[in-house]
């Protein structure tokens, strides 16, 4: 037989996909994708997290050589001791001020970003490691006004909310024994994820410490999709915990305990929900207070 014949026959013979076997094909496909996308997200948020907690024990490390270079005390900045009562904190004020310390109006008194941006500005740490890879954050990049680099010691503070992931322990305080410094209780909490505020659909102030998930949910750090967040604790250790209620005696690190001091004995509720807003400090002498809340930006 010639063998254009046989080409011909073989042609004969071949068909094409039927609907039925394209529909099989694409329903296994779609099977397959439902299968593989959320394990493949899963596993990425997973290395986030794990990242994230580099950072923040790589920064508890930094505050702590701080510390031992300076009396004991982790970093803030010029504290408002003639103020009203009750002083509250301010939030990335004079990021292009020479001296965070010189009282000149540029950075505010009881500045907590400020305080933390004297880990840059004296070399403890570097502008990436305050970046939590699961948001869309982005390092410091260390310019000035004319948006050229600028050396960390010309600089005071972060030049916007989306260069810091993480919230601090604010440490101006004025509770009876309250003090920010390396002597403070080994599961009191200094950094987590960023204090989620009561914006949108978050409200650190609503869910009680008994809380079931879904509700908790609505004052966790957006950081990790408000599955919970990495905190670093006094002794340097750092945990994802599913709760804000993570603090001494299961403080909530997000909120200050009451919007007055309080005095150091009795001890208070530690479960209580708390209070949150600028005008709020540390009411207790192990009071976790974490700041800045998300949305708040430079004045």
């Known amino acids: 037989m010639p063998l254009s014949a046989v080409y011909a026959r ?3 013979r071949r068909r094409g996909f039927t609907a039925i076997e394209l529909l099989v094909i694409f329903v296994i496909l779609l ?3 439902s ?9 990425r948020e997973t290395d986030h997290r794990v990242r994230c907690q580099s950072n923040l024990r790589a920064i508890g490390q ?22 009203t009562n009750f002083p509250g904190y301010f939030a990335y004020t004079g990021p292009y001020a020479d001296n965070p310390f010189a009282g000149d109006g540029r950075v505010s008194a009881n500045d907590v970003t400020a305080s933390l941006f004297l880990l840059i500005r004296q070399g403890y740490a570097t502008p990436d490691l305050f970046v939590c890879p699961s948001t869309g954050d982005v390092p410091d990049p260390l310019t000035g006004p004319d948006a050229k680099f600028a050396p960390p010691e010309s600089r ?15 440490p101006f305080g004025r509770a009876p024994g309250y003090r920010l410094d390396e002597y403070r209780d080994a ?3 200094l950094m987590a994820d960023r204090n989620p505020g009561k914006a949108d659909q978050s409200d650190v102030t609503a869910p009680p410490f008994d809380a079931k998930a879904l509700d908790m949910a609505r004052a966790n750090s957006t950081n990790h999709r408000r599955a919970g967040q990495s905190v670093l604790y006094a002794d340097i250790h750092v945990e994802f915990r599913s709760s804000p209620y993570a603090g001494v005696g299961g403080d909530n690190i997000y909120t200050a305990l009451s919007p007055t001091p309080l005095p150091e004995q009795p001890q208070p509720n530690l479960t209580a929900n ?23 930006d430079r004045p």
């Open 31 to 33: 099977l397959l994708l």
């Open 187 to 189: 599961v009191f909490v």
């Open 62 to 83: 930094a505050l702590s050589k701080y510390a031992k270079s300076n009396g004991g005390t982790y970093p803030r900045v010029v504290a408002d001791a003639a103020g």
């Open 156 to 170: 005071s503070n972060f030049k916007r909310a989306r260069n810091l992931s993480y919230s601090y322990a604010n």
């Open 274 to 296: 708390g209070v949150l807003g600028r005008e709020f400090s540390p009411a207790w002498k192990f009071d976790s207070y974490l700041v800045p809340v998300e949305g708040e």
């Open 10 to 12: 073989f042609r004969s």
């Open 35 to 43: 299968i593989f996308i959320p394990f493949i997200r899963k596993t």
